[in-house]
Nanobody
Framework: QVQLVESGGGSVQTGGSLRLSCAAS????????MGWFRQRPGKEREGVAI???????TYADSVKGRFTISKDNAKNTLYLQMNSLNPEDTAVYYC??????????????????WGQGTQVTVSS
């Protein structure tokens, strides 16, 4: 059974940083496509950053140069380092994966396993 547990959310001011973690069990982060998504108030869930089995990364244009996705295979944990945060980044952030996904996708519907989400609030 795949379980994903996010942590690290919180409240910061504009320009601040946060690091989100996603502890995985039931599958190896080393092998599968893993991603971070977010859902802003009143918006649909959107892809933020993806890392595949070869550690190749893909980012949404809105976060390029500010966010970094990474993984620690030994800890079986996915990370999202978020810098230069602004109020538009306020959202619930989710990690996701899917055993049958062969390539990176920023489309939420491509993923079957989701964490419970962690709230990130950025104030001006």
């Amino acid at each position: 059974q795949v379980q994903l547990v996010e942590s690290g959310g919180g409240s910061v001011q504009t320009g601040g940083s946060l690091r989100l973690s996603c502890a995985a069990s039931g599958l190896s982060v080393k092998t599968y496509v893993m991603g971070w998504f977010r859902q802003r108030p009143g918006k649909e869930r959107e892809g933020v950053a993806i890392i595949d089995g070869g550690a190749v990364t893909t980012y949404a244009d809105s976060v390029k140069g500010r966010f970094t996705i990474s993984k620690d295979n030994a800890k079986n944990t996915l990370y999202l380092q978020m810098n230069s945060l602004n109020p538009e980044d306020t959202a619930v952030y989710y990690c996701a994966t899917d055993r049958f996904l062969s390539r990176a996708s920023l489309v939420a519907g491509s993923y079957n396993h989701w964490g419970q989400g962690t709230q990130v609030t950025v104030s001006s």
